[in-house]
């Protein structure tokens, strides 16, 4: 059985900045960030595939960069500049072998409990 545990989260303004952690027990070919606010589905926020490809959702562009540490099995999620729109929890997940297309959720098999990101304007 694979295991995530995440971290990092908190409460901060906006434009500030966080770095999620998320202990893996078990490498994947795919492994991903998402979250979910309030009455909102939940949302694939970043990924990262079997060759290093990144992936990330068009309001995160240019602010969060997902990464790996395959020695220590952590994925982590740097977020910079962050806005009020970004405050919610965020799960990280692994799935099978490839990354699905689609990004969708019901594409991941294990999940982690969840870290909360609360930013204020």
């Known amino acids: 059985q694979v295991q995530l545990v995440e971290s990092g989260g908190g409460s901060v303004q906006s434009g500030g900045s966080l770095r999620l952690s998320c202990a893996v027990s078990r490498l994947s070919g795919c492994m991903a960030w998402f979250r979910q606010a309030p009455g909102k589905e939940r949302e694939g926020v970043a990924r990262i595939d079997w060759s290093g490809g990144t992936l990330y959702v068009d309001s995160v562009k240019g602010r969060f960069t997902i990464s790996r540490d395959n020695a220590n099995h952590r994925l982590f999620l740097q977020m910079n500049s962050l806005k009020p729109e970004d405050t919610a929890m965020y799960y990280c997940?692994?799935?099978?072998?490839?990354?699905?297309?689609?990004?969708?959720?019901?594409?991941?098999?294990?999940w982690g409990q969840g870290t909360q990101v609360t930013v204020s304007s």
């Open positions: 997940a692994t799935g099978p072998n490839f990354c699905d297309p689609s990004f969708a959720a019901k594409s991941f098999i294990y």
